[in-house]
């Protein structure tokens, strides 16, 4: 009996999964579920790893599914979005090089950009030293820790990072912008009260190539930590999705 149950569980999420264009994957680590792809309806541009934040510490289905309107977002842009789950502090790099792994054998030929906010922002970056992405998309992500300060939250952000990775220096992008190829474009609110928009001109100084967006204080819609412009919000996105357009696979 138990049996059928399970049988008939496993075609219900299946057909759930089919209706509404979402496959999860299941990755080497501890079993767990780490990429949820949503796809277009046509063939995809490419594909973007969408990473949530979190202080390196959120993990589970109540974290993920706060991406998945990033997810329908690029979707809808005629993207294959893969949202990625990763395990606490050290292990968290490694599981996004694994995501990108799977993207890359999943849809060969694709580029593949990352798109991350806060802690995810700073994962994207590192996963472009380790990887070769088409671009990265960077909103609010810490990347220079040992300088992480001037807001009321910096330094516990900074003393998180400390418990993910001992070593700040060598997990901040900034010391590793001269590995870092893809294109960069990174967003920064002014009245961020957790990752200051400090962090974006460390970024810039490091990598020049890189595009830094700072996004004015100003009651309005939420950017990652704080409230923003409504008129900013929207030229951040626009750039999101010229970003995007530049990376894409060019339509046949």
């Known amino acids: 009996m138990m049996r059928l149950v399970r049988r008939v569980l496993a075609i219900a999420l299946l057909a759930a999964c089919a209706a509404s264009a979402v496959l999860a994957v299941s990755l080497p680590a501890r079993g767990r579920t780490l990429v949820t792809w ?3 309806r046509s063939q995809p541009a490419g594909v973007v790893l969408v990473i949530h934040g979190g202080a390196w510490r959120a993990a589970g289905l109540r974290t993920v599914a706060l991406m998945d309107a990033r997810a329908r977002t690029f979707a809808g842009w005629g993207w294959a979005a893969a949202v990625v789950d990763y395990r606490a502090f050290a292990d968290a790099p490694g599981d996004v090089v694994r995501a990108f792994d799977a993207a890359r054998g999943r849809y060969p030929g694709l580029p593949i950009c990352a798109y991350g906010e806060s802690a995810g922002g700073h994962l994207a970056l590192m996963l472009a030293v380790r990887r070769p992405l088409a671009c990265v ?3 609010a992500g810490p990347v ?12 516990w952000v900074r003393a998180k990072a400390q418990a993910a990775f001992g070593d700040l ?3 901040s992008p900034t010391h590793h912008a001269a590995a870092i190829r893809a294109p960069v474009l990174a967003g920064y609110a002014a009245a961020d ?3 200051p928009a400090s962090q974006g001109r460390y970024l810039q100084r490091a990598l020049p190539r890189a595009r830094v967006i700072e996004l004015g204080a100003g009651a309005g819609p939420r950017f990652v930590h704080a409230t923003v412009p409504p008129a900013a919000l929207r030229g951040w996105w626009s750039a999101v ?3 995007l357009q ?3 696979r060019p339509r046949r």
Do not use: E, S, Y
Request: net charge neutral; no cysteine; charged share 35%.
């Open 38 to 40: 949503r796809a277009p």
């Open 137 to 139: 998309i960077d909103a």
């Open 144 to 155: 220079d820790l040992p300088r992480l300060d001037g807001t009321p939250q910096a330094d």
């Open 169 to 171: 220096r060598d997990a």
């Open 193 to 195: 009260w957790i990752v």
């Open 241 to 243: 999705r010229g970003q």
């Open 246 to 248: 530049r990376a894409a």
